[in-house]
Structures are given as structure tokens and as C-alpha cells.
């Protein structure tokens, strides 16, 4: 059974920044591709990011580049999403998942950025 837990969130000021994990189960971690989506308050989930199973950064929308990247530590199953300048516009639930929403989704994390 394929199960994710995301970590990491917290209320944050603008221009704070956060460092979200999420750790895998059940699954072949390391031959996957994994992505971080989110979903604010009223909105649909959205992608945010996408790393290879070899590590290379494969998508990142235009709202996060130059302030999210996204990393990944085969030995430890876990995905990252290092956070810089956040704005009060990510404030969402972050989860983990393959860039297809193949598997049940995690809890999430939430990530709050306000003054």
C-alpha cells in the first residue's frame, strides 16, 4: 500500500522561507518521478513541481521559479521542496505524489505565509 507523509509546514511571514518532506511507502521509490502539488483556499490542486527518479528537475510552474526547488533523497524515500520568498499567494496544503496522481494522497501539509 503506497503511502505518503508530508512535513514541514508552519505559519511563515512573507519572505520566509520553509523546507517541506514528504517520506514514501510501498512503492519503488527510487525508479519513480514524484512531484509536489497544492491547494489553496477555494482553489483546485495544482502541480508545483517535478523531479526524475535520477534527480533532475523536470517542471516548475512560472509562480514558484527562482524561489522553490524541488530535491530528492533515494536512500531515505523522501521528496523535498525547499521554499524561499514565499508570498502570502502559496499559502496551500502541500502534498506529494507521482506527476500523474497515481497513488492515494497523503494529509498534507499546510503552509500559511502571512504577516
Known amino acids: 500500500q503506497v503511502q505518503f507523509v508530508e512535513s514541514g509546514g508552519g505559519l511563515v511571514q512573507p519572505g520566509g522561507s520553509l523546507r517541506l518532506s514528504c517520506v514514501a511507502s510501498?512503492?519503488?521509490?527510487?525508479?519513480?518521478?514524484m512531484s509536489w502539488f497544492r491547494q489553496g483556499p477555494g482553489k483546485e490542486r495544482e502541480l508545483v513541481a517535478t523531479i526524475t527518479q535520477q534527480g533532475d528537475i523536470l517542471t516548475l510552474v512560472d509562480s514558484v521559479k527562482d524561489r522553490f526547488t524541488i530535491s530528492r533523497d533515494n536512500a531515505k524515500k523522501t521528496v523535498y521542496l525547499q521554499m524561499n520568498k514565499l508570498t502570502p499567494a502559496d499559502t496551500a496544503v502541500y502534498y506529494c505524489n507521482h506527476p500523474t496522481k497515481l497513488w492515494p494522497w497523503g494529509q498534507g501539509t499546510q503552509v500559511t505565509v502571512s504577516s
Open positions: 510501498g512503492l519503488t521509490f527510487e525508479i519513480k518521478h
